[in-house]
């Protein structure tokens, strides 16, 4: 913190001297108020952040053609700040401005196109929207591809958010493909001690006992049925009762989360933002379910339920 204290003194020094010596259009001066935003923002200190890019964005836009790369850059910047407030519509609204100019100005394999996707999939995988952050992560996978080579610490980053992403999509065992590939670049080409690798590894615990977890609840119910089926007779009750377990399942595993509490001990909080995920997952279990009853099945399940 003392050294972004000292950067803060320093830029503000220099654009006390710009503003006297330049017009106040001049890039020079954009340049400056850019700088200063930055470290306002890994300050943590957002609104600071936003007044700074805001007047650096003011400059640029003046000076600047409308389609130029660094106008891009100064949305993006803006987008980034907001993003970290937490603000993801706005975050997205400027990121993709941002795209927009990119894919106007640069060639289709440049690495700074392929930041800009990445950085509205962050926005959408922040937002929970993971099948769309998906879309934009491969995009940025597909060109880091071709643009660095295979062992790049950039390419690790893109496996990575992909992993973590189908992570979220509940898709572990593509998760753990991701993120194995994500680790195995970076134990290459980052020093041992690395905090990346470290973060990588506990992504892939995380996964792993996702798969455990997961393994040994269908080994549970897959017993739990077999048994509802030799008791029930019929195969309507028995997946009836496999749905319902698979649901109350569903909703312990993905509507709560743990939470510490300054005791040490762990709460479980409702976590809203996973609903369209839990009612996803239900749906496509019950849709397996109905596939698997049999034409009889099926007229059992209408003749108990009677006619609407």
Not at 3 to 28: G, W
């Amino acid at each position: 913190m003392g050294d972004y204290s000292k950067a803060v003194e320093f830029y503000k020094k220099t654009i006390k001297i710009k503003e006297k010596a330049l017009s106040p259009d001049d890039p020079d001066l954009a340049l400056s108020y850019n700088n200063i935003g930055g470290v306002y923002n890994n300050m943590g200190d957002y609104s600071k952040a936003l007044e700074f890019y805001e007047k650096s964005h003011q400059i640029g836009e003046k000076a600047l053609p409308p389609n130029h790369p660094g106008l891009a850059t100064s949305y993006n910047n803006i987008g980034g700040v907001y993003n970290n407030m937490g603000d993801y519509s706005k975050a997205l609204e400027f990121y993709e401005k941002a795209h927009k100019i990119f894919e106007k100005a640069l060639p289709p394999n440049h690495p700074d196109l392929a930041t800009s996707y990445n950085n509205i999939g962050l926005v959408y995988d922040n937002m929970g929207d993971y099948s769309k952050a998906l879309e934009f992560y491969e995009k940025d996978l597909e060109i880091t591809k071709k643009a660095l080579p295979p062992n790049h610490p950039d390419l690790a980053y893109s496996y990575n958010n992909i992993g973590m992403a189908y992570s979220g999509k509940g898709d572990y065992s593509k998760a753990l493909s991701f993120l194995e590939k994500a680790l195995s670049i970076r134990q290459k080409s980052l020093p041992s001690t690395h905090p990346l690798i470290e973060d990588t590894k506990d992504n892939i615990d995380y996964v792993k006992k996702k798969i455990t977890r997961q393994q040994g609840f269908y080994d549970q119910y897959s017993s739990s049925y077999s048994d509802s089926h030799y008791w029930h007779g019929n195969n309507s009750n028995s997946y009836d009762f496999y749905g319902s377990t698979f649901i109350s399942y569903t909703f312990k595993t993905k509507w709560f989360y743990p939470t510490s509490l300054p005791d040490g001990e762990i709460a479980y909080t409702p976590n809203e933002e996973n609903y369209d995920s839990i009612v996803n997952d239900i749906t496509l279990e019950l849709n397996d379910i109905a596939l698997e009853l049999s034409d009889d099945d099926i007229t059992d399940v209408y003749e108990a339920g009677g006619d609407d």
